[in-house]
């Protein structure tokens, strides 16, 4: 890897751990950008060859994973909403059940005895939202092969 590789990498780094840290508040691109010196369009690009998601996407998937474990503890949805900084409790409960799978008061009505058991770094790894493609692509493409 050469020096400016390295050096776009690092930049990267810390407009990641931007969004980690400040999850609850409003962030933006230009922003987020800012934080790694470059423009908006570079950044989104060069942080998704990074780490395969876009900024504004990295940062839902985060606010998300903190979500959850609110309401694990048995946060209400709404105060989770709020707590993780998503403004709209519409938006926030579509975009929770199209990362989580169910929606925020599935979540949280659920029984989480496994999770409460284990250590918290253990709990945070098994827990992690993990993005998956869309199943309308799939759809799609089914569709377009047949």
């Known amino acids: 890897m050469s020096p400016h590789e390295l050096e776009n990498l690092a930049q990267l ?7 980690d840290r400040e999850y609850a508040k409003p962030l933006d691109v230009p922003t987020m950008a800012a934080k790694a010196l470059m423009s908006p369009a570079h950044f989104s690009r060069q942080f998704r060859a990074a780490y395969g998601e876009t900024p504004y996407s990295y940062l839902m998937t985060r606010r998300i994973e903190r979500a959850m474990a609110l ?4 946060t209400s949805v709404t105060d989770a909403c709020m707590a993780v ?3 709209s409790l519409g938006s926030f409960s579509s975009r929770f059940a199209e990362i989580v799978g169910e929606s925020p008061r599935a979540y949280r009505s659920r ?3 496994a999770v ?16 998956i493609a869309s199943s309308r692509i799939g759809e799609a493409s089914r569709e377009a092969a047949a």
């Open 85 to 87: 900084g998503c403004t």
């Open 13 to 19: 780094r810390r407009a990641r751990d931007l969004i």
């Open 116 to 131: 409460k058991a284990m250590p918290a770094c253990l709990a945070k790894s098994h827990t992690r939202p993990v993005r």
């Open 111 to 113: 029984e989480h005895s």
């Open 71 to 74: 309401l694990r503890s048995g």
